[in-house]
């Protein structure tokens, strides 16, 4: 479990704890490096800029490592760690009627793209979920993944501040 309370206990942590708490923000390895090695942060609004400006800077591959924590837009999180926790919160606005369809719609965008669809589903309705989804299957890789980083630095965000507590 977490040993962070606040920014300042986030600052005071031994680098490679900061490192496996930052992966629970961004499953990204080099992301999690970047972001911790320059604490100490003053104030949340620092460390997301600097979250933020990582996330878009990652080369793919590092985004891909980060899509690979992310479950499917519809899927139930299990188990009681914070990031299964954290899933079932953002993903709060999926009924159960919409699952087939957002299972199907995964399927396409994971044939079109090759990673899971990426949403952030904070304050989305199923209804938005899906209709974005199926908006994107249009896209092309370069479009979608400029929409992809947009997406992941704005989960991203939020799971850092639920991180140091703010």
């Known amino acids: 479990m977490s040993n962070v309370e606040s920014l300042t206990a986030f600052n005071a942590l031994e680098a490679g704890e900061a490192e496996r708490e ?3 923000c ?3 390895g080099a992301f999690a490096r970047y972001v911790a090695a320059l604490r100490p942060y003053r104030d949340l609004a620092q ?3 600097v979250a933020d400006a990582t996330v878009r ?3 793919w591959e590092d985004v891909s490592e ?3 924590a992310h ?3 519809g899927e139930r999180a299990g188990g009681a760690d914070r990031e299964a ?3 079932r919160q953002e993903q709060s606005g999926v009924q159960d009627h919409l699952r087939e369809a957002l299972a199907e719609g995964n399927h396409a965008y994971e044939d079109r793209f090759g990673h899971v669809y990426l949403v952030c589903a904070t304050g989305l309705s199923g209804e938005e979920m899906l209709t974005r989804l199926r908006d994107r299957l249009v896209n092309d890789e370069e479009a979608e993944r400029a929409i992809v980083r947009n ?3 704005k989960i991203t965000r939020l799971r850092m501040a639920k991180l140091v507590g703010a």
């Open 71 to 73: 479950l499917r837009i």
């Open 26 to 28: 961004c499953a990204s």
């Open 66 to 68: 980060a899509l690979k």
């Open 85 to 87: 926790s954290w899933s």
């Open 151 to 153: 997406e992941l630095a």
């Open 22 to 24: 930052l992966l629970t």
């Open 57 to 59: 800077d990652l080369d």
């Open 47 to 49: 460390l997301t800029a």
